[in-house]
C-alpha cells in the first residue's frame, strides 16, 4: 500500500565526577534574561535590529519558548502575544516576565495585522495550523512552527508553499535539532572509521501521564491534535532516525502491533519498523502510559552512540552521550575491550534558545541582507511528515507495510 503526502571549538577535558568521560565544550554567547543589554557593534557601526517576534497562543509550551526569546538576548525582541482574549495574553505577559512594550492582542487576527512583527512562533493545536501558518506566512510573517507541524504531509504542503511564495523562513520547534551535542553525534556518524556505515537505528520516547492529561490535554482530543502519541512524541523519534541516517527516506514502514488509543480513538502508543532498500532497519515506540525515556541508539559496521535523553537533556546546558568504536570482547569473553566512551557536550544557552537564535540569524540574513530563505529546515520538515504519514496509514489498515511515497 503506498501512502501520498496528506564553527564552534570542541575542547577536550575530563570532569573531575566521571575520569573515564570526554567533554565537548561549545562556546556560545552567554544570553541575559530581562535586562536589555546593547548590541555589540564596531566602531561607528549601526546596531542590528533585533527579530520582532510575535507569539500566537498562549499554551504551556509558549512559556518555555518566551524564556528561551528572553534567553538569547537582544537580538530578539518578544513584541506581542496574541490569545483569543486580551485577558489571557496579558496574564501569560506577566507570567513570564515579557518586556512592558510588549503589544498584548486580544485575536490572532490582531497579531496578524501587526505592521511592527517579523516573526511569528506558532504553537496553538495541530488541528489549528494550516489555517493561521497559512495566514501569518501570506502576511511576510517568518514562521517557527510547532511540532507536529501538520495532521498529515497534504496539510503541510500548503503551508510550506505559502512561506515559498511570500520568501519567508520557515522552521519547525524541534528543539534539540539545535543542541550542540547533536551536531558532535553528527561528526561522529559520519566518521566512517568511528561508527562505519550505519545499519540499525533503535528511538523510545515516552513519559507516564497522569489521569488529568489522559482526559483533558489537547494531545488526546480528535479535534485537536489527532495525531496523539505519534505526533507528539513519535516525532522525535522519527526525525531521530532520519537524521541518523541523513535524511534518506525509508523505502517502506510497517507499524507494530497493538498500538494503544483512547476512547475517542486518539493513539496513546504506537511504534513502527522503518526499511530502507540496502537493509538498514530502524524502530522506534512512543508513549503516553510509559516512564520517561528518550533513548536513541545508531548502530554501524564500527561503532554505537546512545543518548538517554535526546529530547530534552538531564540539564539544559549538559549533554551526556556514549560512544563504542571497534568494540570486542577481552580475553575469554568476561568483558568489553574498549569500554564505551563517556562524552559531554556543554553549552552556555539551552538548545530552544539556540534553536531561536539560529532562526533569528536566517532572519536577519534575509530582512537586512538580502539573502534568501533555507530550504533545508522545510525539507527535513517535509520528510518528517512524510514519515508520520506512513505510519498512521499503517496503524490505521492493519499494521500492513506501507511505501513511503515523497
Not at 492582542?105 to 506558532?122: F, K, Q, T, V
Not at 523510545?204 to 505519534?230: C, H, M, T, W, Y
Amino acid at each position: 500500500m503506498a501512502v501520498a503526502d496528506c564553527g564552534a571549538a570542541f575542547l577536550f577535558n575530563h570532569p573531575e565526577k566521571s575520569p573515564n568521560a570526554r567533554r565537548f565544550s561549545i562556546h556560545v554567547p552567554a544570553g541575559r534574561s530581562r535586562l536589555h543589554i546593547p548590541l555589540a557593534m564596531s566602531s561607528g557601526a549601526a546596531p542590528e535590529e533585533p527579530v520582532r517576534f510575535g507569539i500566537m497562543g498562549c499554551g504551556s509550551i509558549a512559556r518555555k519558548l518566551s524564556r528561551a526569546m528572553l534567553l538569547v538576548g537582544p537580538a530578539v525582541d518578544v513584541a506581542a502575544v496574541a490569545s483569543r482574549s486580551g485577558d489571557k495574553a496579558r496574564l501569560f505577559a506577566a507570567d513570564n516576565g515579557l518586556p512592558a512594550g510588549t503589544r498584548l492582542h486580544g485575536s490572532y487576527e490582531a497579531l496578524l495585522d501587526d505592521p511592527d512583527i517579523d516573526a511569528i512562533y506558532l504553537p496553538l493545536p495541530t488541528s489549528l495550523h494550516l489555517k493561521w501558518a497559512t495566514a501569518a506566512a501570506e502576511r511576510g510573517k517568518h514562521l517557527l512552527l510547532e511540532k507536529p507541524t501538520a495532521l498529515c504531509a497534504a496539510e503541510l504542503d500548503p503551508i510550506l508553499a505559502a512561506c515559498e511564495a511570500s520568501g519567508v523562513q520557515f522552521m519547525d520547534s524541534t528543539m534539540w535539532m539545535h543542541n550542540p551535542r547533536t551536531a558532535k553525534m553528527r561528526q561522529l556518524i559520519a566518521d566512517q572509521g568511528a561508527i562505519g556505515d550505519v545499519r540499525v537505528i533503535n528511538s523510545i520516547v515516552s513519559f507516564r501521564a497522569n489521569e488529568d492529561f489522559l482526559q483533558n490535554d489537547i494531545r488526546v482530543k480528535p479535534d485537536l491534535d489527532a495525531l496523539g502519541a505519534l505526533g507528539d512524541i513519535g516525532w522525535y523519534c522519527i526525525r531521530a532516525i532520519l537524521w541518523a541516517v541523513d535524511y534518506e527516506l525509508p523505502k517502506n514502514v510497517i507499524a507494530l502491533r497493538h498500538p494503544v488509543k483512547n476512547q475517542a480513538g486518539v493513539l496513546l502508543s504506537c511504534g513502527a519498523s522503518l526499511y530502507w532498500a540496502d537493509g538498514k532497519v530502524a524502530t522506534f515506540h512512543c508513549s503516553f502510559l510509559t516512564n520517561l525515556t528518550m533513548d536513541v541508539t545508531v548502530v554501524g559496521t564500527n561503532g554505537t552512540i546512545h543518548v538517554t535523553d535526546l529530547v530534552i537533556p538531564y540539564d539544559e546546558k549538559y549533554g551526556p552521550f556514549s560512544l563504542d568504536s571497534k568494540t570486542n570482547f577481552t580475553e575469554l569473553t568476561t568483558g568489553w575491550d574498549p569500554h564505551p566512551s563517556k562524552n559531554v557536550v556543554t553549552t552556555d544557552l539551552p538548545q530552544e534558545a539556540l534553536m531561536v537564535q539560529e532562526f533569528c540569524r536566517l532572519v536577519r540574513n534575509m530582512r537586512d541582507a538580502g539573502g534568501k530563505p533555507e530550504g533545508k529546515w522545510p525539507a527535513i520538515t517535509r520528510k518528517t511528515q512524510i514519515v508520520v504519514d506512513a505510519v498512521k496509514t499503517s496503524i490505521d489498515n492493519g499494521c500492513e507495510s506501507v511505501d513511503v511515497v515523497s
